[in-house]
């Protein structure tokens, strides 16, 4: 059985950064690709990044270029998603997710984790 569990979410304050983590088991990361989504009270959830299933590329949502970074450690099966000045509007539950490849569309992902949530004060 395919699981994913999250952790790293918090409280910090506008412009400081966070590491969110997501570890697998039942499932070699290095095989699928793996996404980060959030969504935000009243808000659908959205795309963030994602680690494809080959090659290592990676993609991020334009709200997030340049702040984000996704990276997996294979050896540990995880993958995480550094998060730096971090603004008011990234405030919401984040999750990650595994899909047998990497695309921005939630529906393509079969496994989800429990989400973790980021606060960010302004």
């Known amino acids: 059985q395919v699981q994913l569990v999250e952790s790293g979410g918090g409280l910090v304050q506008t412009g400081g950064s966070l590491r969110l983590s997501c570890a697998a088991s039942?499932?070699?990361?290095?095989?699928?690709?793996i996404g980060w989504f959030r969504q935000a009270p009243g808000k659908e959830r959205e795309f963030v990044a994602y680690?494809?299933?080959?090659?290592?590329?990676?993609y991020y949502a334009d709200s997030v270029k340049g702040r984000f970074t996704i990276s997996r450690d294979n050896a540990k099966n995880t993958v995480y998603l550094q998060m730096n000045s971090l603004k008011p509007e990234d405030t919401a539950v984040y999750y990650c997710?595994?899909?047998?490849?990497?695309?921005?569309?939630?529906?393509?992902?079969?496994?989800w984790g429990q989400g973790t949530q980021v606060t960010v004060s302004s």
């Open positions: 997710a595994s899909a047998p490849r990497g695309t921005v569309y939630s529906t393509n992902y079969d496994y």
């Open positions: 039942g499932r070699t990361f290095s095989n699928y690709g």
């Open positions: 680690f494809s299933s080959s090659g290592g590329r990676t």
